[in-house]
């Protein structure tokens, strides 16, 4: 192989690369949890939140979307048993949002001084291409 088609193959490796690391977005840092049989709300903080790595398959048609992802958050701040609520183009990019949140971490939810599990966490995760 020659140099010429090493630097090719790494100038495209690198364009793939940079593409899916700027190409997933999360809308915010605080979330909205409820606590309660009332379902009083109270915001949830991330600490760590992994961004969804794009699909390859979506990267190379050109596709972006959108996915809803909803979860509780246990009182140690973990994400506990996320799904979807709502995906767009469907079956496109759920997996790949999934398994980002159940990476994430939050501050330990707290409701009147006392250590809560927040529930129905919705989140917004964007995959745009840029």
């Given at each position: 192989m020659s140099l010429n088609k090493v630097y090719k193959l790494s100038s495209r490796g690198l364009a793939i690369f940079m593409a899916v690391i700027f190409a997933s977005s999360i809308s915010a840092i605080t979330d909205i949890g409820y606590v309660g049989e009332d379902e009083t709300e109270i915001t949830v903080e991330r600490n760590y939140a992994k961004l969804p790595?794009?699909?390859r398959k979506a990267l190379r048609l050109g596709k972006e979307g959108y996915v809803i992802v909803e979860f509780d958050v246990d009182t140690d701040g973990a994400v506990l048993d996320p799904y979807v609520v709502e995906a767009a183009p469907q079956g496109v990019f759920e997996r790949s949002a999934i398994k980002a949140v159940r990476k994430w971490v939050y501050m330990p939810p707290s409701f009147n001084g006392q250590s809560v599990k927040a529930n129905n966490v919705q989140?917004?995760?964007?995959?745009?291409?840029q």
């Open positions: 790595s794009f699909p989140v917004r995760l964007n995959f745009d291409l």
